[in-house]
Every structure is written in structure tokens, then in C-alpha cells.
């Protein structure tokens, strides 16, 4: 940090398992994701290539080698995973994510169906290969699932080997844990944190409300995803309490 502030949260070190920022990058060009790092290595935990916008991205191995560069873990959308699956073609998925060195994957069935033992089952053949995240939730604004139901698959799923469960939100913040209008599903949010770990859960929070929630209900290390590349700054100044939204959320009120 560049100054000394009294009571400052702590907020856990990299490489740090807990207190996530997943950035969602949807086509940054190789100079921009070089830029990108200059500024928000330090507050970056992994980064996402947007559903399917690997396939299209020019330059995509010179991009990747930017983030190799800096030590950041980079992996492709839950979108194109389920792209390969609906045209049987798991094997070769396998295979791109060696050839392009893509050591985490995420495993989603947010836009087909793909019943949840066979989910399960690729989850376990990836463990084998990469780091995995798995995405519970539907873009289906009305698919709307019990919470039991969640924390079900969210279980299975980390019992599979998910090494994270991502709890669904699309990059615009309106479906899965969000009603259409942004807003936070609370009951099935604290519903879902009387049963799963929350430090095993990766948020998807694109709307500052949404990452305001979350670090009010959990702190300043919750693990939040789908941030966009200029919001990371923003947003680890609201960890802290360095924006006007979390400004007395850490203050001593005897000493101040």
C-alpha cells in the first residue's frame, strides 16, 4: 500500500485461497491485458476468458503468455466447455486446454442440460488435469432453483473436486442468485451459507451493489468473480474501506 491508514481490514496475501477477485476479461487486446497487469496484478486472483470469446481472440497464445508472464492463473468460460460437450467433442476440449496451457477450467451447464451425475463425472475426469471451478446456477432467468437445490449440486460438486463453486450471475448480474433487476437473492444467499463453506464459493458480482452485499454479509476476503478489468481497482478500495460505500464499515467508532 503507499500510505500508512490505521485500521486498514487485513486482507489475506497472494497466492491466497480466500478473498478471490476473478476478473472477467471479454476480449482484451495483448497490449491492453499487459497494461491490465501493470495496475491489477496485486489484487487479481484469476482470470476468466468470457464464454466462448477464446474461440474468436486474435493473438489468443500471445495473450495468454501476458498473464503466464505474471503468474496469473487464466482459464475459458463455462460456455465453451458446454460447446464442446453438446458436440461430444469432451476429448478434444482436453486437448486445447493442454495445447494453450490452461491449467484451470471451469466446468458449467448454464446453457444446456447435462444431468448432474454426468456434470459430476467430467468434473472428476478434469481434476485429473487441471485446477476446476464449477458454475451452479442457470442463465435462464426463469429457471429458478430451491435453495436446497443449490446447496445439493454446490456439495456434490466440491465432493467431485471442485476446487470452487461459482454461484451463477452472468457478467450483467441479473439471473442466478440476482433477481432480474440486480437485486440479491437473500434468502437463497443465507440459505446456501448455513450448509456450504463460504470461502469455497466464488460470488459472481459484475454490479458494485452486488460486491457492497457480499462484503457486508461477509468481509473484506469474500470471493467475488466476474469484476470487470477496470473495476478491480474500485473494487479493492471497497474492500477496505476506502470507498464512500464501506467507508465506517471498519472504523473504531471510540476512535475516531
Request: charge should be negative; charged fraction near 25%.
Amino acid at each position: 500500500m503507499n500510505f500508512n491508514l490505521s485500521q486498514i481490514p487485513e486482507r489475506n496475501t497472494k497466492p491466497r485461497d480466500h478473498g478471490i477477485t476473478m476478473v472477467m476479461d471479454k476480449g482484451l487486446s495483448v497490449d491492453e491485458a499487459k497494461n491490465f497487469m501493470s495496475v491489477a496484478k496485486p489484487h487479481v486472483d484469476m482470470v476468466k476468458l468470457g464464454f466462448g470469446t477464446s474461440f474468436v481472440t486474435p493473438n489468443l497464445k500471445e495473450k495468454l503468455a501476458v498473464y503466464r508472464a505474471h503468474d496469473m492463473p487464466v482459464y475459458f468460460g463455462g460456455t465453451l466447455f458446454e460447446a464442446f460437450v453438446i458436440r461430444n467433442q469432451f476429448e478434444d476440449y482436453i486437448n486445447v486446454c493442454k495445447e494453450f496451457g490452461v491449467s484451470y477450467v471451469e466446468v458449467s451447464d448454464g446453457s444446456i442440460e447435462i444431468p448432474h451425475a454426468e456434470k459430476c463425472g467430467y468434473i472428476e475426469k478434469l481434476t485429473k488435469h487441471c485446477t476446476v471451478l464449477s458454475e451452479v446456477g442457470s442463465k435462464d432467468a426463469a429457471h429458478i432453483m430451491a435453495p436446497y437445490k443449490w446447496i445439493e449440486l454446490m456439495k456434490a460438486e466440491l465432493e467431485s473436486g471442485s476446487t470452487y463453486v461459482i454461484a451463477e450471475a452472468r457478467e450483467a448480474g441479473n439471473v442466478g442468485i440476482y433477481r432480474g433487476s440486480g437485486e440479491v437473492r437473500e434468502g437463497l444467499v443465507q440459505e446456501i451459507l448455513t450448509q456450504i463453506p463460504e470461502g469455497k464459493i466464488i460470488w459472481e458480482a459484475p454490479q458494485k451493489a452486488q460486491q457492497l452485499y457480499f462484503l457486508e454479509l461477509i468481509g473484506c476476503n469474500v470471493n467475488l468473480g466476474n469484476i470487470a478489468p477496470n473495476e478491480v481497482i474500485p473494487l479493492e478500495a471497497m474492500r477496505i474501506g476506502l470507498r464512500g460505500d464501506t467507508f465506517h464499515l471498519y472504523l473504531d467508532k471510540k476512535q475516531v
